[in-house]
Protein backbone atom coordinates (compact mmCIF):
# COMPACT_ATOMS: atom_id res chain seq x y z
CA UNK A 1 0.00 0.00 0.00
CA UNK A 2 1.24 3.49 -0.72
CA UNK A 3 0.49 7.13 0.35
CA UNK A 4 2.21 9.96 -0.78
CA UNK A 5 4.55 8.42 -3.36
CA UNK A 6 5.97 6.10 -0.12
CA UNK A 7 4.94 2.58 0.28
CA UNK A 8 3.47 1.86 4.05
CA UNK A 9 4.02 -1.95 5.11
CA UNK A 10 1.20 -3.16 7.74
CA UNK A 11 3.04 -4.74 10.54
CA UNK A 12 2.99 -5.01 14.66
CA UNK A 13 5.82 -5.51 17.09
CA UNK A 14 4.49 -8.58 18.60
CA UNK A 15 6.02 -9.00 22.23
CA UNK A 16 7.70 -11.89 20.68
CA UNK A 17 9.52 -9.59 17.87
CA UNK A 18 10.52 -7.35 20.27
CA UNK A 19 11.75 -9.81 22.58
CA UNK A 20 13.92 -11.40 19.94
CA UNK A 21 15.21 -7.47 18.49
CA UNK A 22 16.36 -7.28 22.28
CA UNK A 23 18.19 -10.82 21.82
CA UNK A 24 20.12 -9.52 19.04
CA UNK A 25 20.95 -6.44 20.77
CA UNK A 26 22.30 -8.27 23.57
CA UNK A 27 24.32 -10.20 21.06
CA UNK A 28 25.77 -7.12 19.32
CA UNK A 29 26.54 -5.69 22.10
CA UNK A 30 29.03 -9.04 23.14
CA UNK A 31 30.36 -9.32 20.10
CA UNK A 32 31.09 -5.38 20.37
CA UNK A 33 32.38 -5.52 23.80
CA UNK A 34 35.10 -8.54 22.64
CA UNK A 35 36.74 -7.47 19.91
CA UNK A 36 38.46 -9.85 17.93
CA UNK A 37 42.15 -9.40 16.44
CA UNK A 38 42.25 -8.59 12.85
CA UNK A 39 43.24 -11.45 11.17
CA UNK A 40 41.14 -14.06 12.93
CA UNK A 41 37.88 -11.70 12.08
CA UNK A 42 38.98 -11.79 8.59
CA UNK A 43 39.34 -15.20 8.69
CA UNK A 44 35.76 -16.14 10.38
CA UNK A 45 34.43 -13.42 8.18
CA UNK A 46 35.80 -14.61 4.78
CA UNK A 47 34.31 -18.51 5.95
CA UNK A 48 30.97 -16.73 6.90
CA UNK A 49 31.01 -14.71 3.28
CA UNK A 50 31.53 -18.72 1.18
CA UNK A 51 28.74 -19.66 2.87
CA UNK A 52 26.53 -16.79 2.78
CA UNK A 53 27.57 -17.33 -1.24
CA UNK A 54 26.65 -20.92 -1.52
CA UNK A 55 23.82 -20.84 0.73
CA UNK A 56 22.17 -18.41 -1.06
CA UNK A 57 22.60 -19.64 -4.30
CA UNK A 58 21.11 -23.04 -3.40
CA UNK A 59 18.00 -21.75 -2.30
CA UNK A 60 17.85 -21.11 -5.89
CA UNK A 61 18.80 -24.47 -7.43
CA UNK A 62 22.53 -24.28 -7.99
CA UNK A 63 24.05 -27.63 -7.63
CA UNK A 64 27.52 -26.86 -6.17
CA UNK A 65 28.72 -28.51 -3.28
CA UNK A 66 30.16 -26.04 0.23
CA UNK A 67 33.67 -26.97 -1.02
CA UNK A 68 32.83 -26.69 -4.67
CA UNK A 69 31.77 -23.05 -4.08
CA UNK A 70 34.86 -22.20 -2.16
CA UNK A 71 37.15 -23.57 -4.86
CA UNK A 72 35.51 -21.22 -7.04
CA UNK A 73 35.77 -18.29 -4.82
CA UNK A 74 39.59 -18.97 -4.36
CA UNK A 75 40.01 -19.11 -7.77
CA UNK A 76 41.06 -22.45 -7.87
CA UNK A 77 38.55 -22.97 -11.26
CA UNK A 78 37.49 -26.37 -11.22
CA UNK A 79 35.86 -28.13 -14.20
CA UNK A 80 32.26 -29.13 -13.61
CA UNK A 81 30.73 -29.89 -17.43
CA UNK A 82 27.29 -28.95 -17.66
CA UNK A 83 27.19 -26.43 -14.31
CA UNK A 84 28.57 -23.25 -15.68
CA UNK A 85 26.02 -21.37 -15.11
CA UNK A 86 26.17 -22.45 -11.10
CA UNK A 87 29.50 -21.59 -11.40
CA UNK A 88 28.75 -17.98 -13.11
CA UNK A 89 26.20 -17.63 -9.86
CA UNK A 90 28.74 -18.45 -7.11
CA UNK A 91 31.46 -16.28 -8.68
CA UNK A 92 29.32 -13.18 -9.40
CA UNK A 93 26.91 -13.68 -6.14
CA UNK A 94 30.44 -13.52 -4.35
CA UNK A 95 31.78 -10.17 -5.79
CA UNK A 96 28.25 -8.58 -5.30
CA UNK A 97 28.72 -9.49 -1.38
CA UNK A 98 31.64 -7.96 -1.60
CA UNK A 99 30.34 -4.57 -3.05
CA UNK A 100 26.96 -4.52 -1.16
CA UNK A 101 29.90 -4.81 1.94
CA UNK A 102 31.88 -1.84 0.91
CA UNK A 103 28.66 0.14 0.28
CA UNK A 104 27.48 -0.30 2.92
CA UNK A 105 30.85 0.76 4.82
CA UNK A 106 30.94 3.93 2.80
CA UNK A 107 27.15 4.54 4.05
CA UNK A 108 25.72 4.86 0.69
CA UNK A 109 22.00 5.33 0.99
CA UNK A 110 19.19 3.01 -0.45
CA UNK A 111 18.00 4.04 -4.20
CA UNK A 112 16.90 2.59 -6.99
CA UNK A 113 20.24 3.03 -8.74
CA UNK A 114 22.31 1.22 -5.78
CA UNK A 115 19.14 -1.77 -5.87
CA UNK A 116 19.86 -2.13 -9.74
CA UNK A 117 23.58 -2.34 -9.03
CA UNK A 118 23.34 -4.78 -6.45
CA UNK A 119 21.38 -7.48 -9.37
CA UNK A 120 23.65 -6.42 -11.99
CA UNK A 121 26.32 -8.04 -9.74
CA UNK A 122 24.56 -10.55 -9.04
CA UNK A 123 23.82 -11.88 -12.83
CA UNK A 124 26.94 -10.53 -14.24
CA UNK A 125 29.67 -9.52 -11.89
CA UNK A 126 31.01 -6.64 -10.29
CA UNK A 127 31.63 -4.81 -13.76
CA UNK A 128 27.96 -5.44 -15.13
CA UNK A 129 26.18 -3.17 -16.30
CA UNK A 130 22.40 -2.28 -14.51
CA UNK A 131 19.92 -3.87 -16.30
CA UNK A 132 15.74 -2.52 -17.08
CA UNK A 133 13.54 -3.68 -15.01
CA UNK A 134 11.08 -6.80 -16.40
CA UNK A 135 8.60 -5.48 -19.14
CA UNK A 136 6.39 -9.08 -18.82
CA UNK A 137 4.78 -11.09 -16.29
CA UNK A 138 7.31 -13.09 -14.30
CA UNK A 139 4.31 -15.89 -12.79
CA UNK A 140 6.82 -17.99 -10.38
CA UNK A 141 5.24 -21.60 -10.44
CA UNK A 142 5.47 -24.98 -8.74
CA UNK A 143 9.12 -26.99 -10.04
CA UNK A 144 7.10 -29.69 -10.00
CA UNK A 145 3.71 -29.41 -10.40
CA UNK A 146 3.83 -26.35 -12.37
CA UNK A 147 1.03 -25.16 -10.58
CA UNK A 148 0.47 -21.42 -10.07
CA UNK A 149 2.42 -20.27 -6.77
CA UNK A 150 2.99 -16.22 -7.16
CA UNK A 151 1.68 -13.82 -9.49
CA UNK A 152 3.44 -10.77 -8.90
CA UNK A 153 2.14 -6.72 -9.90
CA UNK A 154 2.42 -5.73 -13.59
CA UNK A 155 5.66 -4.48 -15.02
CA UNK A 156 3.99 -1.79 -15.74
CA UNK A 157 3.60 -1.01 -11.95
CA UNK A 158 6.71 -1.92 -11.06
CA UNK A 159 8.74 1.02 -11.74
CA UNK A 160 6.01 3.46 -8.97
CA UNK A 161 6.26 0.38 -6.52
CA UNK A 162 10.58 0.23 -6.38
CA UNK A 163 10.84 3.92 -5.58
CA UNK A 164 8.58 3.75 -3.20
CA UNK A 165 9.84 0.88 -1.51
CA UNK A 166 13.27 2.76 -1.66
CA UNK A 167 11.91 6.16 -0.47
CA UNK A 168 10.17 4.19 2.47
CA UNK A 169 13.53 2.71 3.51
CA UNK A 170 15.13 5.78 3.56
CA UNK A 171 11.87 7.70 5.75
CA UNK A 172 12.22 4.52 7.94
CA UNK A 173 15.69 5.41 8.54
CA UNK A 174 15.43 8.82 9.25
CA UNK A 175 12.24 8.26 11.75
CA UNK A 176 14.88 5.46 13.50
CA UNK A 177 12.87 2.22 12.42
CA UNK A 178 15.22 -0.23 13.90
CA UNK A 179 17.32 -1.49 11.06
CA UNK A 180 16.01 -5.31 11.65
CA UNK A 181 12.68 -4.11 10.66
CA UNK A 182 13.68 -2.15 7.73
CA UNK A 183 16.05 -5.12 6.39
CA UNK A 184 13.17 -7.50 6.84
CA UNK A 185 10.40 -5.57 4.99
CA UNK A 186 12.73 -4.68 2.40
CA UNK A 187 13.86 -8.41 1.71
CA UNK A 188 9.60 -8.97 1.76
CA UNK A 189 8.67 -6.01 -0.52
CA UNK A 190 12.08 -6.74 -3.19
CA UNK A 191 10.33 -10.44 -4.06
CA UNK A 192 7.15 -9.41 -4.08
CA UNK A 193 7.31 -6.87 -6.45
CA UNK A 194 9.69 -9.20 -8.33
CA UNK A 195 10.78 -6.33 -10.43
CA UNK A 196 13.41 -8.85 -12.81
CA UNK A 197 12.73 -11.78 -14.89
CA UNK A 198 15.85 -13.68 -12.72
CA UNK A 199 18.02 -12.74 -9.81
CA UNK A 200 15.20 -11.68 -7.46
CA UNK A 201 15.51 -14.01 -4.53
CA UNK A 202 19.25 -13.67 -4.32
CA UNK A 203 19.35 -9.50 -4.70
CA UNK A 204 16.85 -9.29 -1.96
CA UNK A 205 18.86 -11.45 0.66
CA UNK A 206 21.82 -8.67 -0.12
CA UNK A 207 19.34 -5.71 -0.09
CA UNK A 208 18.90 -6.77 3.46
CA UNK A 209 22.58 -7.55 4.04
CA UNK A 210 22.99 -4.42 2.98
CA UNK A 211 20.63 -2.65 5.03
CA UNK A 212 22.19 -4.48 7.90
CA UNK A 213 25.46 -3.89 7.84
CA UNK A 214 24.65 0.14 6.73
CA UNK A 215 22.81 0.36 9.97
CA UNK A 216 25.25 -1.09 12.39
CA UNK A 217 24.24 -4.80 12.69
CA UNK A 218 27.09 -6.22 9.89
CA UNK A 219 29.21 -8.30 13.08
CA UNK A 220 32.18 -7.55 11.39
CA UNK A 221 30.33 -10.01 8.49
CA UNK A 222 31.11 -13.39 10.59
CA UNK A 223 27.50 -14.45 10.30
CA UNK A 224 25.85 -15.84 7.48
CA UNK A 225 21.70 -15.27 7.52
CA UNK A 226 21.38 -16.95 4.63
CA UNK A 227 22.83 -20.25 5.98
CA UNK A 228 19.88 -20.68 8.12
CA UNK A 229 17.39 -19.90 5.28
CA UNK A 230 18.40 -22.29 3.39
CA UNK A 231 18.42 -24.91 6.66
CA UNK A 232 14.95 -25.02 5.73
CA UNK A 233 13.82 -23.27 3.12
CA UNK A 234 10.26 -24.13 2.75
CA UNK A 235 9.97 -22.49 5.69
CA UNK A 236 11.50 -19.44 4.30
CA UNK A 237 9.23 -19.73 1.40
CA UNK A 238 6.36 -19.75 3.97
CA UNK A 239 6.83 -16.90 5.68
CA UNK A 240 7.22 -15.14 2.35
CA UNK A 241 3.95 -16.48 1.51
CA UNK A 242 1.47 -13.85 3.79
CA UNK A 243 -1.50 -13.37 1.36
CA UNK A 244 -4.40 -14.79 0.63
CA UNK A 245 -4.26 -15.33 -2.65
CA UNK A 246 -1.59 -16.32 -5.42
CA UNK A 247 -2.52 -12.66 -6.96
CA UNK A 248 -0.22 -9.86 -5.80
CA UNK A 249 -3.58 -7.41 -6.16
CA UNK A 250 -5.91 -9.75 -4.28
CA UNK A 251 -3.22 -10.94 -1.41
CA UNK A 252 0.13 -9.04 -1.34
CA UNK A 253 -0.28 -5.84 -1.72
CA UNK A 254 -2.04 -4.99 1.36
CA UNK A 255 -1.01 -7.87 3.13
CA UNK A 256 -0.19 -7.94 7.14
CA UNK A 257 3.46 -8.83 7.24
CA UNK A 258 3.68 -9.27 11.24
CA UNK A 259 4.35 -13.01 10.12
CA UNK A 260 7.23 -12.63 7.99
CA UNK A 261 9.11 -9.47 10.51
CA UNK A 262 8.86 -13.03 12.84
CA UNK A 263 10.34 -15.61 11.14
CA UNK A 264 12.88 -12.91 9.64
CA UNK A 265 13.73 -11.31 13.25
CA UNK A 266 13.78 -15.12 15.02
CA UNK A 267 15.71 -16.02 12.36
CA UNK A 268 17.95 -13.54 12.92
CA UNK A 269 17.84 -13.82 16.98
CA UNK A 270 19.45 -17.34 16.35
CA UNK A 271 22.12 -16.14 13.30
CA UNK A 272 23.30 -13.55 15.88
CA UNK A 273 23.53 -15.84 19.06
CA UNK A 274 25.71 -18.24 16.97
CA UNK A 275 27.65 -15.32 16.20
CA UNK A 276 28.21 -14.45 19.89
CA UNK A 277 28.68 -17.90 21.02
CA UNK A 278 32.05 -18.40 18.16
CA UNK A 279 33.18 -14.71 19.21
CA UNK A 280 33.30 -16.08 23.19
CA UNK A 281 34.98 -18.81 22.51
CA UNK A 282 37.86 -16.99 20.24
CA UNK A 283 37.68 -14.58 23.55
CA UNK A 284 38.11 -17.18 26.18
CA UNK A 285 41.28 -18.48 23.93
CA UNK A 286 43.26 -15.60 25.41
CA UNK A 287 43.74 -14.19 22.36
CA UNK A 288 44.85 -10.13 23.33
CA UNK A 289 42.84 -7.11 21.77
CA UNK A 290 44.64 -6.35 18.36
CA UNK A 291 46.98 -3.47 18.35
CA UNK A 292 46.12 -0.25 16.79
CA UNK A 293 48.18 -0.79 14.05
CA UNK A 294 45.94 -3.67 12.86
CA UNK A 295 43.03 -1.64 13.51
CA UNK A 296 43.03 0.58 10.75
CA UNK A 297 43.18 -1.82 7.81
CA UNK A 298 39.90 -1.42 5.84
CA UNK A 299 37.53 -4.20 5.34
CA UNK A 300 39.71 -5.32 2.03
CA UNK A 301 43.04 -5.89 3.76
CA UNK A 302 41.89 -7.38 6.80
CA UNK A 303 40.58 -10.23 4.38
CA UNK A 304 43.46 -10.02 2.61
CA UNK A 305 45.45 -10.15 6.06
CA UNK A 306 43.44 -13.70 6.97
CA UNK A 307 45.45 -14.84 4.14
CA UNK A 308 48.33 -15.52 6.14
CA UNK A 309 46.83 -17.67 8.44
CA UNK A 310 47.61 -20.45 6.63
CA UNK A 311 50.62 -19.30 4.10
CA UNK A 312 53.78 -17.53 4.16
CA UNK A 313 53.09 -15.79 0.85
CA UNK A 314 50.63 -14.33 -1.66
CA UNK A 315 49.83 -13.13 -5.15
CA UNK A 316 47.91 -10.42 -6.81
CA UNK A 317 45.68 -13.50 -8.21
CA UNK A 318 45.54 -14.66 -4.22
CA UNK A 319 44.27 -11.20 -3.78
CA UNK A 320 41.39 -10.85 -6.84
CA UNK A 321 40.16 -13.91 -5.97
CA UNK A 322 39.81 -13.11 -2.32
CA UNK A 323 38.33 -9.94 -2.84
CA UNK A 324 36.58 -10.44 -6.32
CA UNK A 325 38.39 -7.82 -8.08
CA UNK A 326 40.00 -8.32 -11.35
CA UNK A 327 43.86 -8.85 -11.03
CA UNK A 328 44.43 -5.43 -12.35
CA UNK A 329 43.07 -3.77 -9.61
CA UNK A 330 44.23 -6.53 -7.13
CA UNK A 331 47.80 -5.29 -8.32
CA UNK A 332 47.03 -2.07 -7.61
CA UNK A 333 45.78 -2.51 -4.22
CA UNK A 334 48.74 -4.65 -3.47
CA UNK A 335 51.21 -1.65 -4.80
CA UNK A 336 49.16 0.62 -1.94
CA UNK A 337 50.03 -1.58 0.76
CA UNK A 338 53.64 -2.14 -0.14
CA UNK A 339 53.50 1.59 -0.10
CA UNK A 340 52.11 1.38 3.60
CA UNK A 341 54.32 -0.88 4.75
CA UNK A 342 52.82 -3.88 6.14
CA UNK A 343 53.19 -5.49 2.89
CA UNK A 344 56.70 -6.35 1.38
CA UNK A 345 57.94 -8.29 -2.07
CA UNK A 346 59.03 -11.80 -0.93
CA UNK A 347 59.45 -12.70 -4.64
CA UNK A 348 60.15 -10.18 -7.20
CA UNK A 349 59.79 -12.40 -10.46
CA UNK A 350 57.59 -10.62 -12.97
CA UNK A 351 55.67 -14.06 -13.85
CA UNK A 352 54.64 -14.68 -10.00
CA UNK A 353 55.67 -11.81 -7.91
CA UNK A 354 55.02 -13.24 -3.97
CA UNK A 355 54.07 -11.05 -0.83
CA UNK A 356 54.86 -11.42 2.80
CA UNK A 357 53.70 -9.43 5.92
CA UNK A 358 56.57 -6.98 6.79
CA UNK A 359 58.25 -8.33 9.77
CA UNK A 360 56.35 -5.96 12.02
CA UNK A 361 52.71 -7.03 10.96
CA UNK A 362 53.85 -10.89 10.80
CA UNK A 363 54.92 -10.24 15.01
CA UNK A 364 51.27 -9.31 14.78
CA UNK A 365 49.16 -11.58 13.92
CA UNK A 366 50.77 -14.69 12.55
CA UNK A 367 51.57 -17.23 15.63
CA UNK A 368 54.72 -17.22 17.06
CA UNK A 369 55.03 -20.95 17.15
CA UNK A 370 54.62 -21.49 13.11
Known amino acids: MAHNGIWQPRYTLTNPIVNRLMEIEAARAAVDANPLPAVVLADISR ?28 GGGGIHPGRERDVAEVRNYWEALTRVEEWAADGKPVTEELVRRIHA ?17 NAIRDSVTGALVYLPPEASDVPN ?11 AEKEGVQPVIIAGLAHYQFVTVHPYYDGNGRTARLLATFILHRGGYGLGGIYSLEEYHSRDVQAYYRALDVGSHHNYYFGRADADLTGWLDYFVGTLAEVFESARQEAALYALSGLTVEPDELRRLDHRARTVLALFVRREHITSADVAGALGLSERMARVLVAAWVSDGWLVVADSSRRARKYSLSERFRSLVVPADR
Open 47 to 74: RASIRATHYSTRIEGNRLTLAEAEEVIS
Open 121 to 137: AVMGGRRAAPRPYRTGQ
Open 161 to 171: LMREMCAWIRS
